[in-house]
């Protein structure tokens, strides 16, 4: 089996736990002071959410999000050749 390459552009951060927060009754959280501060998140940023089923619930800028999905179609290149070559 062929081993695949690493991509040059690498998610930034690994993943971590910053701690906890409520759900008020207005249905906001607050997000918790060291991951705002770790992802450089500013007052009045946007956050794109995404529900992923059985209670699990991601945030993302739009920015990371789209760096994400880039590094994601890279490696999905890369994969799709290493396919081909196989065959």
Known sequence: M???KKS???PVHSPKFYGTTVVGERGQAVIPAEAREALNLKKGE???VFGM???????STLSG???FHSYMDEQAKM???II???R
């Open 2 to 4: 062929k081993s695949m």
């Open 8 to 10: 040059k552009k690498q």
């Open 46 to 48: 946007k956050l794109l």
């Open 53 to 59: 089923g059985n209670g699990m619930l991601s945030l």
């Open 65 to 67: 999000f789209e760096q």
């Open 79 to 81: 994969i799709r050749s």
């Open 84 to 86: 081909k070559k196989s």
